[in-house]
Nanobody, 119 residues
Framework: VQLVESGGGLVQTGDSMRLSCTAS????????MGWFRQTPGKEREFVAA????????YYADSVKGRFTISRDSAVNTIYLQMNNLKPEDTAVYYC?????????????WGQGTQVTVSS
């Protein structure tokens, strides 16, 4: 399984941006996919996730009301629509996939994409 991310870049405070992540290897058969982010010197933190079936989303408190995660099962892709971006959203964003319903954590990770929000 490979996760390929796209999107990211430099925006200004208040702008919007959309990230995409596509899982290769045929029809997605995992439990969930999600987004995490990391800044230098800090641990990777959860941003949002979607339970593949039935598509239930979950969000970190810091992004609720501003970010929306969605999935397109036809193309094995998740999206993260980020609105009203703030400088504190600046980070490397990673896509992840969970294939193990009986064990915690995510099994596969993307390479990461940089999101920079200028003030």
């Amino acid at each position: 399984v490979q996760l390929v991310e796209s999107g990211g870049g430099l925006v200004q405070t208040g702008d919007s941006m959309r990230l995409s992540c596509t899982a290769s290897g045929g029809t997605f058969s995992g439990v969930a996919m999600g987004w995490f982010r990391q800044t230098p010197g800090k641990e990777r933190e959860f941003v949002a996730a979607v339970i593949w079936v039935p598509g239930t989303p979950y969000y970190a408190d810091s992004v609720k009301g501003r970010f929306t995660i969605s999935r397109d099962s036809a193309v094995n892709t998740i999206y993260l629509q980020m609105n009203n971006l703030k400088p504190e959203d600046t980070a490397v964003y990673y896509c992840a996939a969970d294939y193990s319903p009986n064990s915690p954590g995510y099994d596969y990770w993307g390479q990461g994409t940089q999101v920079t929000v200028s003030s």
